[in-house]
Each structure stands twice: as structure tokens, then as C-alpha cells.
């Protein structure tokens, strides 16, 4: 048995103990997300338009993660329709970025890894670095739409005459505690998996010129500045959708 599936065997019993059912649901709802991920490759390997494939696994991966992981279907079905909306607007502003970073392609740390490979592939780098990101933004946009929801939900639940203004401000802060642990999340996620390339830059006494024009780090860095903007997004939309609904809800029951 390799480490990869023991790993995967003491993960799967440790949500089982710790969170029942609800812990099963969720291993299940991540095996789900690796099937669509695979699926999402041999898609784009077929030929079919990176961009679009990955939008579409990116709503199917959204849709599993937040209604499996959520028993409430009010607060899910509002956390749903926020991260699509972040969706769309991510997806229309990483294109024109993507595009004039020209971070497509391997960088120059990976060129002696695939020299031995044909890069005739067949495959719009440039389409494949915007599918690739639109990806890596997803768990975070979930999670913080999740967290969002709930809290609002069950604030407004505690709390029935809590007036909008106070529903926007506790959405605020939710976002803002968020916001930080994402954020620092992010950036030691990104730091931690070069951190090999960045001893090996410093050996070779790079300068800090160096590290901005390098392909690698570039396209971190912005994959944790395309997720922190996408968390801010979704906590305004998720918090905006909260207090819409409630406001129809009093508009209805004042009819």
C-alpha cells in the first residue's frame, strides 16, 4: 500500500470519528471533487476549450462542496449562488490579467525536468494557465461563502428583529476574521511549497529583480492575490444576498 492511500484511509477514519456522518459526507464530497478534476484533464487533453471546461467543473466542484457540506438548504442555496456570481466576475477579470502577465508555459527552474518531453501538445498554454486559476480559487471562495451564510443565518435566527444595517455589520466582521486566515493561509501555502526554489535562488545569490521577473513565483503570487480577491468578493456578495432575502422575507410576511 503506497503513502498516498494510507494517508487517504487514516484521513477518511479520522472524519468518520470526528464528525460522523457529516465527516463521511465530506470525504466523499472531496473524492467527488478529485473524480471531476480528472475528468477536467482528460477533457482539456481531448481538445476540448480549457476555459470552459474548467468553468464548468468549477460549478459542478462548487455545487458538491457546498450542498454536501451544508444541511441547511437555505443557507447553502445562498452560498451557491454567490460563488457562482465570484465566478463569473474571477473569470472575467483573470483572462485580461493572465494575459498581459504572459506567465503562460513553463518557466526556466522547469525547463530540465521536461526537456526530455515533447511540448507539442496540442493545448493553449495561455487557456490553461486561465483554467488553472480559476480552479485554485475555489476552495477558498466556498469556505468563505459557507462560513458567511451560516453565521448570518444563524445570527438572524437568534436574533429574528435584528435590523439590516446590523446584519451588514456582522457580515463585515465575519469576512474581516476570515479574510485574515485565508489570506495567511494562502501565503504560507505558496511559500511553503517553493520554499526549495527560493534556497536554491538565494545559493545562486539571485537578486530580488530576479524572484519578479520569474514565471514561478509571479504566477504564485497571483494565484494568492486572485483568491484574496475573490474571499472579499464573495464576503460582500454572500452578505448582500443574506440581506436581501431577509428583507423579502419581512416584506412578505408584512403583506
Known sequence: MSAISILTLILA??????????GLTA???AVFNFIILFITVILITGG??????????????LAITIYMGNKDEKTANIAFKATLIVL????ILIIPMDHFAQIKGFANEQS???EAFDLLVGVNFEQLLIATTVLSTLGAIAEAAIAVASGLNELIEQRPTITLPEVFKSGKTIGFQIMGMTFNTLFFGMFGSDLAL???LYKLDADFSYYLNSKIFVKECLAVLYSAIAV?????????LVGKKLNEKRAQIDK
Open 88 to 91: 463569473i466576475v474571477m473569470l
Open 232 to 240: 472579499i468578493f464573495v464576503i460582500w456578495i454572500t452578505t448582500y
Open 13 to 22: 477514519v479520522l472524519m468518520l470519528i470526528v464528525g460522523g456522518k457529516a
Open 27 to 29: 470525504f466523499f464530497s
Open 198 to 200: 527560493f534556497i536554491l
Open 112 to 114: 530540465e525536468e521536461i
Open 48 to 61: 476540448l476549450p480549457p476555459v470552459w471546461v474548467a468553468f464548468f467543473a468549477g460549478v459542478c466542484i
